[in-house]
């Protein structure tokens, strides 16, 4: 399955998207919508750890974050915030 | 005296267990659960005459995703079968919060859903409408705030109104998708045949659907136990015929 979006490992700080697709599948789909990556969902991007990974996003009120692994399957566009690149 | 269980499921950090330990005070006890290393509070309190078993689930954000946390919580559901679950929601982030709130309901409707940390949402300006909840939803629904300690009687009136029965649903009933709903319709009289009308045939259809194996093998497990019981039972009256 391919996706429309951009992935949000990939989104820049403060930037808050909207989610198209996850193309993650079993337990750890299971595990993704739980947390509230759900397609149509806004998530924030709000900071970087100092190597870059793991990204805290803000999603239904709480901050979550993410590896690489897991948020460069998830997809999205980008509806505020942020600077413009 | 008929003693009512009641079983405490929620997200973490919803204040679940200040609930608890309000309702319990000092009559409680900590222990793992059998098998698990998964910490559970288990206490006891009395509310218009009616003795209640208090069981502090372990706090999660679903029971889907097959941490030992949740497959506790899970199995204590469906195969304890408390008299109640008491779902702990926190108010200022009922979004979220829902999510196990209809995944227990679909499980069972002798439920009540506690929104607690109202006076903090109320505080944010979040109006919170209980009555579409409760309608929606299907089972009775209580405001409170565990830590100021407001609309603790409302809700444990509500408690009483499903633990003796006055109130009584059916599990939450979602419409899926035709291919599911066929799929349901197929696997269920099958799941019906195997583990009898104990259990929800129709949500255990839905997770085989899913392949959700770590149900199956909580099943599995449970039936055969279930079954050397009852097998070691008929076992003790023949040696005690011998004699």
Known sequence: MTVAGTPLSEAANGSILRITGIDVQGVLRRRLLDLGFVVGNAVEVLRRSPLGDPVAFRVSNTTIALRREESSLIYGERIGGGRDE | ?243
């Open chain 2, 1 to 243: 005296m008929s003693k009512f269980t009641v079983a405490f499921a929620g997200n973490p950090n919803t204040g679940k267990s200040t609930l608890f330990n309000l309702l319990t005070g000092l009559r409680q006890h900590t222990g793992n659960w059998a098998g698990k290393t998964v910490i559970t509070a288990e206490g006891e309190f009395t509310h218009n005459g009616h003795t209640y078993k208090a069981v502090d689930l372990p706090g999660t954000y679903s029971l889907y995703s097959n941490s030992a946390d949740e497959e506790a919580a899970r199995d204590y559901i469906i195969f304890e079968q408390p008299d109640v679950t008491l779902v702990v929601l926190d108010a200022t982030s009922l979004e979220r919060n829902l999510n196990l709130a209809l995944q227990v309901l679909e499980i069972t409707g002798r439920a009540v859903i506690c929104i607690n940390l109202i006076d903090e949402a109320r505080r944010l300006g979040i109006e919170i409408d209980l009555k579409a909840i409760a309608k929606r939803l299907g089972v009775p629904v209580a405001a409170i705030s565990a830590r100021s300690e407001i609309g603790i009687k409302q809700l444990l009136d509500q408690i009483e109104r499903v633990a003796t029965g006055a109130v009584t649903a059916p599990p939450l009933r979602i419409t899926y998708s035709e291919e599911i709903e066929q799929g349901i319709a197929e696997l269920t009289p099958l799941v019906e045949r195997t583990v009898g009308s104990r259990y929800p045939a129709r949500w255990i259809a839905l997770r085989l659907l899913d392949g959700d194996d770590s149900l199956l093998a909580s099943l599995k497990e449970h039936m055969e136990r279930k079954e050397a019981a009852s097998s070691k039972e008929v076992l003790g009256h023949g040696v005690t015929a011998c004699h």
